[in-house]
């Protein structure tokens, strides 16, 4: 007697299959709509609502690691990280003016530790 292969539920398939049979519907904040549809459809929904928190990309982005490649340029391949990131983010801080230029010279004039 040969032991039962335990089969799958098609319980996600028919999510799948219902959704895709569904009327299409406009929906103008596909957040709030796939938080509404989490009991018609757990499993959709909580894709959605996963793809839908990735925050899109944007040209800052790019900005940002445009510096990045100019300040980790061949002659400046021995920054850390560390020191990596901290340059970065005060220049994007100077640019929104969240630190003052005065400060910075003042640290820039501070022995190193």
């Known amino acids: 007697m040969q032991a039962a292969i ?13 959704y895709l049979k569904a009327d299409i519907e ?6 709030a709509h796939w938080n509404e549809s989490k009991k018609l459809y757990p499993r959709l929904s909580q894709m959605a609502l996963d793809y839908h928190a990735i925050p899109p ?3 800052e982005v790019e900005r940002v690691f445009s510096r990045g490649r100019l ?3 061949h002659v400046r391949s021995a920054l850390s990280p560390a020191t990596t990131r901290a340059v970065l983010c005060l220049g994007q801080w100077s640019l929104l003016e969240l ?3 005065d400060d910075l010279e003042a ?3 501070l022995p190193e530790l």
């Open 6 to 18: 335990p089969t799958r539920s098609k319980e996600p398939l028919d999510e799948l299959d219902r």
């Open 26 to 31: 406009d929906v103008k904040d596909p957040i």
């Open 57 to 59: 990309t944007s040209v």
């Open 71 to 73: 300040l980790l340029s």
């Open 99 to 101: 630190v003052h230029k």
């Open 107 to 109: 640290v820039a004039q």
